[in-house]
């Protein structure tokens, strides 16, 4: 019992730090996804009446509804229309990792793609 009280606190904080980095992860492979999608949806939609538009609701629809409010405000496509050019779709989400009150880490994912417009 005395041994697995000493080792109880170090096995939690490992275990908590597994969860809180993949859901990290999660929310980065998705995002990374979204922008993905948003570029190829911009490298087609150069004739659409408003290509920048349909580039961010697919960056939007692609991601989990937890994430498309923050992910919404910081999506960005940027580029000139013209065939051949480059399209390059960015966005970004918080994140936030805390294990118990002894650590704790924040800041932003970000995922960027860049493909030619068709």
């Known amino acids: 019992m005395t041994e697995f009280a000493l080792v109880l ?3 939690a904080l490992l275990l908590f730090g597994i969860i809180q980095f993949g859901i990290v992860f999660n929310n980065y492979v998705q ?4 922008t993905r ?3 190829r949806k911009a490298a087609v939609s ?3 009446p408003n290509p920048r538009g349909d580039c961010i609701a697919a960056v939007v629809q692609s991601v989990g509804p937890n994430m498309r409010a923050e992910v ?6 940027e580029s000139t229309w013209q065939p051949g050019a480059d399209v390059t779709v960015s966005a970004s989400y918080p994140y936030s990792i ?12 970000t995922s960027t793609t860049t493909e030619r417009v068709e």
């Not at 995002?31 to 979204?34: C, E, F, I, P, W």
């Open 9 to 11: 606190p170090i096995l």
């Open 72 to 77: 919404q405000s910081s999506a960005q496509c």
């Open 31 to 34: 995002l990374t996804d979204a």
């Open 46 to 48: 150069r004739h659409n």
């Open 37 to 39: 999608a948003g570029a």
């Open 98 to 109: 805390s294990l118990l009150g002894l650590f704790s880490k924040s800041g932003r994912l």
